[in-house]
Structures are given as C-alpha cells and as structure tokens.
C-alpha cells in the first residue's frame, strides 16, 4: 500500500520511490510487513501460506533482495514482521494438512485452532516444527540478508489461552501459572539464539499485551531473548483521549504513567499510531484531529481555522511526547509522518474492490502550499534530536511535573529538557521549571515554529538564552523561567551541555 496509484506495490518501486524519503526524514529501520508468502491481500500477511518465500503478489524474490540492498545502501535496517504464532486454515494453498492430517505442523484438534482468527496453532513441542520455524528465520537472514524480525502475537505463543478474552493486570500468577505455554516460550528463546547468534547486531521486536517480565532480557539472564517489546499502550491511550474526553480534561498524570510504564531494563518501541488503529472502521490521529478539515482546510494559502489549529498543535506534540519519554526506539506508520488523512481499508467485496484507502497519498507532502509539509518538517526535526543528541539511547529519565491544572508536563531525556503545555487556551509567562543543570539554557526546538504550522510565539537560537536560577524547584536543584505558549511542546539544553556535543562534534 506504500503507492501513490490505486494498486499492489512492488519491491522494486518501494526501493526506489520510498526508501529515499524513509532516509531523508531521519529513520535508520525499516520495518516490513505481509513479506512471507500469503494469499489473502487484507490480512495484512497475517495468514501466512509459505513460511520459505517473500509474497509473490509484490515481485519476485530477486526483487525483494533488490529491496533490501537498497535500503543497505542508504545505511537502514531492514526488519520484516515474523508470523509464527499462528498459520493460515487454508488447506488448497497453505501447510493446513499438508499430509493430509490435521496434526503435521499443529497441534490436533481444537488445541490447534485459533477461533478469533480462523487460523492453525503451530506444535512447538514438535522438534521437526522448531527446525521448520528456525529454517524459516535463517533463510530470510542468509539468502536475503533481513537484519531481524518483528515477532507478531507474542502472546499467542506464550499462553495456551493464546491471551483470548485475557485482561493482564500484571500479577506475576497470571504469566508463570498453568496458562504458561513453556514449549513456546522455549521455541521464542530458541529462535532469539539463532538470530543473534547468525547476527549479533539483529533485532528482535516482540508483540507482546501481556507485559510478560523479562520478555526482553537476555537468554543468559533467564530471559526470552528479545531486544525490543511494542509499547501497545500508547497509541490505545491517544486514540481513547481524542475520541472520549475534552482536551481541559486529558489528565497529564495518567498520560506520563501511560509513557513510562515499562519494565525496568526492558527497551520498548514507542508510537502513536499503527495499521491497528486506523483500519476501517476507524481513522488515523489527524483524521479525529482535522475532521472534515482534512480535505478543504490545510491550505496555507489563508489562516487556519480553530479545528486546523489545534489538529496542527496536538500532531506535533502527540509525536514528540511518544517519541521523547515513550520508549528507547519510536516507530511510525508509513505517511504518518505527515498526518496522511482517512483510514486504512484494503480491496474487498465490501468496497467495490477499491484501492482508495489502501494507498499513501504522497502528492500531499510533497506540495509545499500544504500544511503536510509542514507536518513532515517537525518529524524530521524531532528525529534530528536523536541523531544529534542520542535521546533514545540515553537511560536518564525523569518527570519533573505533571500539572492538572496547569496542564503541563515538564521531563529531562539525556541532557535534553522538555516542557509541554497542553492547555487549549492559557500560555503562561514566567513559569518556573525545575532543572538539573547549572547553566544558561538555549532552546534548540518548539513545535511552535512557523515552518512546523505553529504561530511563531517563541523564538529559538543563540540570541535566546534563558538563565538558570539557584532556586530548586520539583525536586531539582535548579530552575529556569520560561514563556509557555498553549498547545506547545518546547525543548532546551543547557549551554554546558551544548558545548561538550560541539566538542564532540568537531
């Protein structure tokens, strides 16, 4: 779906179309789905029929090597989602009683049928089933050189509820209790051994609901061996503020927990929206933000309406608060970057057989007259924040206020200080925020920017130095006092702090 015109992309127009704006916003991963061989185009490749075979509906398998090349070319990662929790019922196309049993690669009856999902369970007590899912993983990093696999429905492998009707409180009873299935947990441990020992730079990104302890710990440790989990909290949380509660109402409590809720030690993948909240049926972040606006109002031709104006300010800062506290890695939805409007649908019965929805729209950020560019401009500054001052590798984490009233949320990252006000209506002058370092501060970026769509009320750079006071405040030793317009994130470094990444730099 990553093409302009109302049809399947192929690999090689992928490669040459789309990996160049990957790499030029400032990404260093790609991560891939629907790669592995399956025959129904809407399920997103959930239903695998070919666990040995890049989808052919795309191109030929050369032409996913092609891919791949390029995007090595142009320094990025490529990731491709792994389906091994599940395989598709299909019997005529898929593995589904290949020897005519129900039993070969799944478990026998009901144990070995997926109900919510029409799909087969695979037998992870079956040595011949673990070579046939190890072989699988080898093959896509020896023959097609893939850097690491994004493992779907992790829960469904760990659990022999396969997390069905589940509601994980985080109780330890409910993960290592008799609904624990060992032999996938073995088979995941197993597979994480292979991949890193193939590749000790591989990824592995676990989907995962349960929140399971040491999901993603070393195997040496006792753990399953992952590198990353999927932070799925966050993006449920978003959704739920814009679709149910006003904006005076968001509490700024909740949404810190939301943010930091991880497993010490245990890095996740944070992000505001995926293919999972925008299916049909419902609509992207921009679309709950812009509405109707989404289609006459984002021109920059005139002032933006009310409903312009805020969409512009809550994208910006619903992506940066994701990015900055939400995990060691953020992950984006392929358009989003640049608010890309509607939802997801793909061809089916249902719509005509239609592509409309099933495409991404890149005329919309590439027409300099529309405030998508302007969108695309503030994600390629925020990741710039990683690239320049690491923010995502950096453990140093700390809330320093989260004001209800007030609406503001305030937390160093790194060295970096940020500042959200999400208040509708109220900026404030003079507002004192704690800090951590003594010296001036400069402000290095603000969503406020009029190239990012905001209404230039601050102004960022060397003639914009802000002093720090002697005066602790929120349990820092410091503090600084700062203009904070409403709907706007702010971030800052201090000017010591600043000086050793030009040191480093030069």
């Known amino acids: 779906m990553s093409s302009e015109d109302g049809k399947v992309n192929t690999y090689r127009d992928f490669a040459d179309y789309i990996i160049p704006r990957i790499k030029s916003n400032g990404y260093n991963v790609i991560q891939l789905m629907a790669i592995m061989e399956h025959v129904y185009y809407a399920s997103f490749g959930y239903h695998v029929t ?30 491709i989602d792994c389906i091994h929790s599940h395989a598709s019922n299909n019997v005529m196309d898929g593995i589904n009683h290949f020897d005519g049993t129900d039993h070969q690669y799944f478990h026998s009856g009901p144990k070995g049928y997926h109900k919510l999902w029409d799909s087969r369970i695979f037998n992870y007590t079956s040595w ?22 994004r493992f779907d429905a992790v829960t469904c492998i760990l659990f022999t509820h396969h997390g069905i009707h589940m509601r994980f409180s985080g109780h330890y009873h409910e993960y290592f209790g008799g609904n624990a299935d060992v032999d996938g947990t073995v088979y995941l441990m197993l597979a994480n051994h ?37 932070n799925m909290s966050i993006p449920d949380k978003w959704i739920q ?16 927990f939301t943010l930091t809720n991880r497993r010490y030690n245990e890095k996740c993948v944070a992000y505001v929206e995926s293919h999972d909240q925008a299916i049909v049926g419902d609509k992207t972040t921009s679309m709950w933000l812009f509405d109707r ?79 998508y560019r302007q969108l695309n401009n503030f ?33 160093e990252r790194g060295d970096l200080l940020f500042i959200f006000n999400f208040h509708p209506n109220n900026s404030y002058v003079n507002y004192r925020v704690g800090t951590y370092w003594p010296s001036d501060y400069r402000m290095i ?23 720090y006071l002697s005066h602790g405040w929120c349990n820092r030793p410091y503090s600084i006092m700062q203009y904070i317009p409403s709907r706007t994130a702010i971030v800052l470094m201090s000017i010591d702090n600043l000086k050793k990444y030009e040191k480093s730099k030069a």
């Open 128 to 149: 011949e089933v673990l070579r046939f899912l190890l072989s699988s993983l080898r093959m896509y990093m020896d023959e097609f050189k893939v850097d690491g696999f």
């Open 445 to 467: 970026l603000n969503s406020d920017d009029e190239k990012f769509g905001g209404k230039n009320r601050l102004k960022n750079g060397e003639n914009m130095n802000f002093p």
């Open 194 to 230: 292979l991949i890193h020992t193939l590749n000790p730079n591989a990824l592995t990104i676990a989907e995962d609901v349960s929140g399971i302890p040491t999901l993603c710990r070393p195997i040496v440790e006792g753990g399953i061996g992952f590198d990353y989990r999927l």
């Open 379 to 411: 994600d390629k500054a925020m990741l710039a924040l990683d690239a320049d001052y690491g923010v995502l590798g950096i453990r140093h984490q700390y809330i320093t206020l989260a004001h209800e009233t007030d609406k503001v949320i305030v937390f």
């Open 50 to 79: 070919n666990f040995l075979a890049p989808s052919s509906r795309f191109g030929t398998p050369d032409d996913f090597k092609y891919l791949v090349d390029k995007a090595h070319e142009s320094g990025l990662m490529v990731v």
């Open 293 to 371: 606006e989404i289609y006459n109002g984002m021109t920059t031709a005139y002032h933006p309406s009310l409903i312009v104006d805020r969409g512009m300010a809550l994208h910006k800062m619903l992506r940066l608060i994701t990015f900055a506290i939400g995990g060691e890695a953020y992950l984006n939805f392929m358009g989003n970057e640049f608010g890309h409007p509607e939802w997801v649908d793909f061809p089916r019965p249902g719509n005509g057989w239609s592509y409309h929805y099933c495409r991404r729209q890149w005329h919309l950020v590439d027409d300099e007259k529309l405030r």
């Open 241 to 256: 503020l814009l679709k149910e509660v006003k904006d005076e109402d968001w509490n700024m409590g909740n949404i810190t």
